[in-house]
């Protein structure tokens, strides 16, 4: 397969985004569709006056490369300002500069990420840009910018200094929206250098010993964030008001003090002060011998550290779960639920479904647990196993949660993406939510799964293979990622890999049933009808239902040519539909006889299954034995009011 050359370079990288986009389309789509063709327009608008490029539409979002920081700054500027006018549309920008590769997929590197991050602390009509961005700018006269000091992000492994554009017209957050939103200052320090008061100028190393050894100590206190030693030594003798020193360091609170020493004796007078309004919190006095001196340090760490924890409330410590819960129970329930979820079964996703559940009720903050709880329900509705509307309402709902919990996590656009490509049928916004997903977390297998599924669906199989092979080196030993890379290669006639990755899988887990159901599918493409009854029977045993197998043997007879046991399997359908009357079986109907060669009842239970939007029919193109249906005008007519593209050129070979 072809594959265009990586091109490195290193840009201005601007990340655009509407503010509520996915509750606009919730409450009216076609106005929210206009503001997102305005943004569009007002930004091509000012692209070739400061030499832009965009990269990648993300549905609400837009990914732009500049050649100069200066540049992406001053359009910034413009976009925002055209935009306050009516039909005023609630952008925030988010601007970086650094290393990127690109390909005719699109743009990669850290570059990206961080600029999504910086844009995700934005309010409507603002401009947030990073240290470099500020180191390239600020020399320049006419810029205003307020700056909110360093926060770690979110898979961003060194803090990075944050700022707003402060020019007149644009919005400036606030330093505690800021601070809520990264919780970079809710637990954390800046230890001022102590005053030596000691009557030996001497003696300052002690004082300045002091602080750094209070400084090391506190350190080493999980989940508490020190300012360093070299950021808190600009400080040193420096009279400045402690909040401005506060808000520069962006830390909740500040440690200042002072030593006097004398003889063997010391005496350490240590304060605690809120940032935020320059009251302390504490102050005392730690006296006793040289000899005493570590114990006093830790004596001193020891107040700080319990004092900040008595300062949490419950609503801050709920934020701090967001993401990884520090609740003990929630925690063990979602791995319980993420384990049955990867094994990617009905009767386990329902499983996945109660424990998923259960996390919420110990943490409703749990931003993970309600992205996988939309895609339990997707899943399950998808293959009918679930009635559509209530399943994807369902999916809709928690996936939507999951982003106004948290708006800059992959596994909340994957959710959304996959709501919006099975329930609606929308293949650009499922497309745009799965990229900014990959933008948010480049290194996201989950991502790059779910992109890889797309691409299968509408036909790219060239892009498929690459980001499953690409899901699969980012976690080796994920069994989604072995069977996505699994499919990927059967889709395109590689069986030997594809039954490499399934076997890879199945070393892993012998048990795993979706393994052992595609080299099914393998062998059926390669006619080797006794291995796939085998690999089936294994893949039907494992199911827990007194009407197993019907679907699955069925097309492998029907193709053998046995008569007799096709029928036999079809009855066996039917009992399970009458008894089982919330699943929906008109696609293993379809399946069925379309490997039977009878065409006119295959189209109608593909018809009949368009009319009920079941969700797995978006995988006409690459379903087994459906391939038998190609060439008749029927086909193609389907593949149209799906709205699906037409298909790739890379060869399917027989399926």
């Not at 996590?409 to 329930?423: E, M």
């Amino acid at each position: 397969m072809a594959k265009t050359n990586n091109i490195r370079l290193l840009a201005a990288i601007m990340f655009a985004d509407i503010v509520g986009y996915s509750k606009m389309m919730q409450d009216n789509e076609t106005n929210a569709k206009a503001l997102r063709d305005r943004q569009r327009s007002v930004i091509e608008k000012f692209l070739l006056k400061y030499h832009g490029q965009v990269m990648q539409y993300y549905g609400d979002g837009t990914l732009i490369m500049f050649g100069s920081a200066l540049d992406a700054v001053n359009c910034a500027k413009e976009i925002q300002a055209e935009l306050r006018s009516e039909p005023t549309v609630p952008l925030r920008i988010g601007i970086h500069i650094g290393d990127v590769v690109y390909d005719d997929e699109g743009i990669y590197g850290d570059a990206v990420n961080v600029a999504a991050r910086v844009q995700a602390l934005g309010i409507t009509g603002s401009v947030m840009i990073s240290g470099k961005v500020f180191d390239e700018i600020k020399n320049h006269p006419g810029i205003r910018v307020e700056a909110f000091g360093e926060h770690e992000l979110k898979n961003i492994y060194i803090p990075i200094s944050i700022y707003a554009l402060a020019d007149r017209g644009l919005e400036v957050p606030k330093q505690s929206y800021i601070e809520e939103l990264t919780g970079s200052s809710q637990k954390s320090i800046a230890v001022l250098p102590f005053t030596n008061f000691s009557s030996e100028a001497d003696n300052e190393y002690f004082s300045d010993g002091i602080t750094e050894e209070i400084i090391n100590t506190l350190t080493k206190v999980k989940d508490l964030r020190v300012a360093s030693r070299t950021s808190v030594f600009a400080y040193k003798s420096v009279t400045k008001d402690v909040r401005d020193i506060g808000k520069e360091l962006n830390v909740s609170t500040l440690l200042e003090g002072s030593v006097r020493k004398a003889g063997n004796r010391i005496r350490v007078t240590a304060q605690l002060i809120n940032a935020d309004d320059g009251f302390h919190i504490w102050s005392e006095n730690f006296d006793g011998e040289m000899k005493d001196i570590f114990s006093v340090q830790d004596e001193i760490a020891l107040k700080i550290v319990t004092r900040l924890e008595d300062s949490f409330t419950e609503q801050e410590k709920d934020r701090l779960y967001e993401s990884s819960t520090q609740n003990v129970d929630a925690y063990n329930y979602y791995l319980q639920g993420l384990f049955y979820w990867n094994k990617r079964s009905p009767e386990a996703v329902k499983k996945a479904i109660t424990f998923f559940e259960k996390a919420i009720h110990e943490c409703n903050t749990y931003t993970n647990a309600y992205s996988y709880l939309a895609n339990c329900y997707t899943y399950l509705g998808t293959i009918g196993h679930m009635q559509g509307e209530k399943a994807f309402t369902k999916a809709e709902k928690n996936a939507l949660k999951a982003i106004e919990i948290n708006n800059s996590r992959a596994d909340s656009y994957i959710a959304l993406g996959f709501v919006n490509l099975f329930f609606k049928w929308d293949f650009y916004t499922a497309e745009s939510n799965f990229r900014k997903a990959i933008t948010m977390e480049p290194n996201s297998s989950e991502a790059r799964q779910a992109l890889s599924f797309y691409n299968r669906i509408v036909g790219r199989f060239d892009r498929m293979i690459r980001q499953a092979e690409a899901a699969a080196k980012i976690d080796p030993l994920s069994l989604p990622a072995l069977l996505e890379l699994g499919r990927s290669h059967w889709v395109v006639g590689n069986y030997e890999k594809a039954l490499n990755s399934f076997n890879e899988a199945l070393d892993l887990d012998p048990l795993f049933r979706a393994a052992l159901e595609g080299k099914a599918l393998v062998y059926m493409s390669q006619k080797k009808y006794d291995k796939a009854l085998r690999a089936a029977k294994k893949y039907i045993d494992l199911i827990d239902s007194k009407y197993k197998g019907g679907s699955q043997l069925a097309c492998i007879y029907a193709l053998m040519g046995d008569k007799k046991r096709t029928e036999e399997s079809i009855e066996l359908i039917k009992k399970r539909e009458k008894d089982q009357p919330n699943q929906n079986l008109t696609l293993d109907y379809a399946m069925v006889y379309a490997a039977l060669g009878d065409k006119d009842r295959a189209f109608k239970y593909l018809n009949k299954a368009y009319k009920q939007k079941l969700g797995s029919l978006l995988l006409i193109q690459t379903l087994p034995v459906i391939k038998n249906l190609k060439g008749d005008p029927r086909f193609e007519e389907l593949v149209h009011k799906i709205g699906l593209p037409k298909e790739s050129k890379v060869s399917l070979n027989a399926h």
